[in-house]
């Protein structure tokens, strides 16, 4: 802005020093577009004609210069320099708190009072920028706000509906269960009994899936240790293992995997701990039968190896996992296909089965 566009208002309370300034001012080319002689005046003439910048005594009558100062920076944001008789430092910075940009000692020479005048203009302008920036900063961060309140109060609304849909198919297999155990009242053959009775376990081990998600604090995962050890302790109870003189030990690491995963694990340890419980504890010999389950995460948690062995009987030489009269056995050998893992057999001291996960196996 050039000199002979810049309005000045004077606010100065001793006439003969507001005629010099005025003086001044015009004699450099100002426009002087009034004058004020207390801080209220001069926040009403700030407010009413709106000058380029503002010429602030200190020393006012009513309002002195830097309340009146602040006012007019807080209300009707207009460049300030302040006049003062006083250089002290207290003055200074309570002139810079208060939004004026500049100072000025009188009596001023008129280069002085242009080059204050151009800073103070110039810093206003920059500090007006700040001030727009930091309201879009502001509007912005209240908008990212609640728009994240409302993906977050979606995501609860999500998450309580995952959990209700979780606990009806829960619901749906009990029912499943129930009616499989319905059916057998109806049938005499024991082998029709035995399948319908395994189905049932197999039922179970799915729903047990949708029980631990429920209690699960993330929807996705599951803790496999705590899955396998309901399972197993489940298929004891289910077995009366207790009163065939058979104990359960358990070894398993703490690992969180996806829902699918744990589900495919969950049936491969019920069949592998049923064939157990049914076959390896058949010859009625007189020592504690030992199931042991074993979970280990090896190679910085990137593979996953499941051990389910046995005291037993073991299992013959010719008994292979694609066995077609053998469906539990079959389908385990399915599932870890499924997992993209592997699984061997050893069949000394009883029958151990591990199953090995590939890298990636908890995603």
Do not use: W
Not at 68 to 97: G, N, W
Not at 123 to 138: H, I, P, T, V
Not at 242 to 264: E, F, P, R
Not at 321 to 343: A, C
């Amino acid at each position: 802005m050039n000199i002979s566009d810049t309005g000045v208002l004077i606010v100065e309370d001793d006439f003969l020093v507001c005629e010099m300034i005025q003086g001044v001012l015009e004699d450099t080319g100002y426009v002087v577009v009034g004058t004020a002689v207390d801080g209220q005046q001069a926040i009403e003439m700030t407010r009413s004609i709106r000058p380029d910048v503002v010429l602030m005594d200190i020393g006012l009558p009513d309002v002195d210069g830097i309340q009146a100062t602040r006012h007019i920076y807080e209300s009707c944001p207009t460049p300030v320099v302040i006049l003062t008789a006083y250089d002290a430092p207290e003055i200074v910075a309570q002139v810079s708190e208060a939004g004026a940009g500049a100072y000025l000692v009188k009596p001023s020479t008129a280069r002085e009072m242009e080059r204050a005048i151009t800073i103070t203009m110039a810093r206003f302008d920059d500090m007006m920028e700040l001030r727009r920036l930091n309201a879009e900063l502001q509007v912005e961060i209240a908008e990212r706000i609640q728009a994240e309140e409302q993906i977050k109060a979606s995501l609860e609304e999500k998450e309580v509906l995952l959990q209700e849909i979780q606990h009806r198919v829960r619901n749906n297999l009990q029912f499943i269960h129930n009616l499989l155990d319905l059916q057998t009242g109806y049938i005499e053959d024991k082998k029709a009994i035995e399948v319908f009775r395994e189905s049932q376990k197999r039922i179970h081990a799915i729903a047990l899936v949708h029980d631990q998600l429920c209690q699960s604090k993330d929807l996705g995962k599951i803790n496999l240790a705590d899955y396998i050890q309901n399972l197993a302790d489940d298929l004891f109870l289910s077995y009366n293992a207790g009163a065939m003189g058979i104990t359960l030990k358990t070894n398993l690491s703490d690992v969180n995997v996806n829902a699918n995963t744990a589900l495919s694990c969950g049936l491969i340890v019920n069949e592998l701990v049923s064939n157990g419980l049914k076959h390896a504890f058949t010859d009625k010999r007189r020592r504690p039968g030992e199931i042991c389950i074993e979970s280990h995460s090896v190679n910085d948690g990137r593979k996953l190896d499941i051990l389910v062995k046995d005291n037993g009987i073991g299992l013959p030489p010719d008994r292979k996992l694609r066995k077609k009269k053998s469906f539990g056995l079959e389908l385990v050998n399915m599932l870890v296909h499924q997992l993209k893992g592997t699984i061997e057999i050893d069949r000394s001291n009883g029958a151990t089965f591990t199953i090995t996960l590939p890298d990636r196996f908890s995603h």
